[in-house]
C-alpha cells in the first residue's frame, strides 16, 4: 500500500534519516529499487516523470503496477509514489489515479 510522502519524511526528519527517492522509468527499475528498499528495510519514494508516465502508458498503470508489485513481491517498507516536476495537469491526473505525492513545477511562471 501507498503511504503519503510527507509522513514518511516527517518521521524521517524526527529519526534523523534518509529516505531515497528514485525515478522508475519500467517494471524491471521498479522492481530492483523495490527489491533494495525491502532489502534494508528502508522507506523509499517512487519517482515519476510526465515523460515516464505516458511511456509506461498512464498514471493508472503505474499506480496498479506498483500496487501490484508491492502484493507480489510482499513489500513491507513504506513506498510513497511521486509525481516529479510535474504540470498542473499532469498533478491532477497523478491525483486522480493514485499517487501519494505530487511535486508540481511552476517555475515557467512569472514570481509575480
Do not use: R
Amino acid at each position: 500500500m501507498l503511504v503519503s510522502a510527507k509522513e514518511m519524511l516527517t518521521k524521517a526528519k524526527a529519526g534523523k534519516y534518509a529516505v531515497g527517492q528514485f525515478n522508475i522509468n519500467n517494471l524491471e527499475w521498479t522492481k530492483a529499487i523495490l527489491q533494495t528498499a525491502e532489502e534494508l528495510k528502508s522507506p523509499v519514494i517512487l519517482g515519476v516523470s510526465e515523460g515516464a508516465g505516458k511511456y509506461m502508458c498512464g498514471y493508472k498503470t503505474v499506480v496498479g503496477m506498483v500496487n501490484g508489485m508491492l502484493e507480489e513481491m510482499n513489500i513491507t517498507v513504506p513506498v510513497a509514489l511521486h509525481l516529479d516536476h510535474g504540470s498542473y495537469e499532469g498533478a491532477k491526473k497523478c491525483i486522480e489515479a493514485g499517487f501519494s505525492s505530487i511535486m508540481f513545477d511552476g517555475s515557467h511562471y512569472p514570481i509575480e
